[in-house]
Nanobody
């Protein structure tokens, strides 16, 4: 059974940092793109970052570019999200996900509809 489990969420003051981790089990996802999404209160789920199997060409939403860093360790079947200089608008439930199909278009991976496996989510709250 495939499982993705996020960890590292919590409460932090604005300007602080958190590191989220996602560990997958039941399947090796080394050849798949993995991503982080978030869902702010009362809003739709949105893309945060995507990383390919090689770790190259990461994509970041404009709102987090320069502050967040996505990385993966295929040997450990994990994907991480380092979040620095957090802002109150970063408050959301954060999810890791694995794309279950492939596309020649990078933009294909910007949609949550392209991901078939999801973690349960971890809450990140940033206070002023």
């Amino acid at each position: 059974q495939v499982q993705l489990v996020e960890s590292g969420g919590g409460l932090v003051q604005a300007g602080g940092s958190l590191r989220l981790s996602c560990t997958a089990s039941g399947h090796t996802f080394s050849t798949y793109r993995m991503g982080w999404f978030r869902q702010p209160p009362g809003k739709e789920r949105e893309l945060v970052a995507v990383i390919r199997w090689s770790g190259g060409s990461p994509y970041y939403a404009d709102s987090v570019k320069g502050r967040f860093t996505i990385s993966r360790d295929n040997a450990k079947n994990t994907v991480n999200l380092q979040m620095n200089n957090l802002k109150p608008e970063d408050t959301a439930v954060y999810y890791c996900a694995v794309a279950t199909s492939v596309s020649l278009s990078a933009s294909y991976y910007y949609s949550d509809k392209s991901y078939g496996y999801w973690g349960q989510g971890t809450q990140v709250t940033v206070s002023s």
